[in-house]
């Protein structure tokens, strides 16, 4: 223990606290702020000039899964036969299990922002072709089909205006844009929140 007591030894461990000291507190101050941001993609983004939360983008795309499968059951009862339907449908529901599959393991934004681009397309293709054939049958599922389709817009409209991708852009600017982080986040090791996008 006596080389614990010679100056240049001491000097060294002690600069080997502090730099552990530094790296610890730093990443746990960052990681708490990452953490704030990535939960507002859960329960949104709290607007402070209208003075409330807006909603958070995973819940409407949990509703977006269940419009989809409104449209599906209503083009699975009302027009089973259709082989252009049914390839479509078959399509959607991929698209659909696809994103259930990475809400339900937590997926990063980027990998589900890809997956309801999917279910846009999918979704916008089976309703084109269902419409006209529920139209046409003067059915009660017309109100049911367009209601499932509003749903899939404003759900889409609301998670354009949840203001989540800002708050990421805001984070990326005031906390790892600004120094004294700019010269200390290579020693950050958080993963930083990814945009829907």
Not at 52 to 63: K, N, P, S, Y
Not at 183 to 192: A, C, E, G, P
């Amino acid at each position: 223990m006596k080389i614990l007591k010679k100056q240049p030894v001491a000097v060294l461990v002690a600069l080997v606290i502090m730099a552990l000291a530094l790296v610890y507190g730093v990443n746990r101050s960052v990681g708490e702020q990452v953490s704030y941001v990535k939960d507002q993609f859960y329960n949104g983004v709290f607007d402070a000039h209208a003075g409330f939360r807006r909603a958070g983008i995973h819940g409407q795309l949990t509703q977006r899964t269940t419009a989809a499968m409104r449209m599906l059951a209503i083009g699975d009862f009302s027009h089973p036969d259709e082989p252009e339907l049914q390839s479509a449908g078959d399509e959607l529901q991929a698209a659909r299990d696809d994103m259930i599959a990475l809400l339900t393991e937590g997926a990063t934004p980027s990998r589900l922002f890809v997956a309801d681009q999917e279910l846009t397309i999918t979704a916008n293709r089976y309703f084109m072709l269902l419409h006209p054939l529920v139209v046409a049958a003067e059915g009660e599922d017309l109100e049911a089909l367009e209601t499932a389709e509003n749903t899939m817009q404003s759900a889409a409209r609301v998670i354009a205006e949840s203001g989540y991708n800002e708050a990421v852009g805001v984070f990326n600017r005031t906390v790892m844009g600004a120094f004294p982080m700019t010269v200390l986040r290579v020693i950050v090791f958080v993963q930083m929140p990814e945009l829907f996008a």
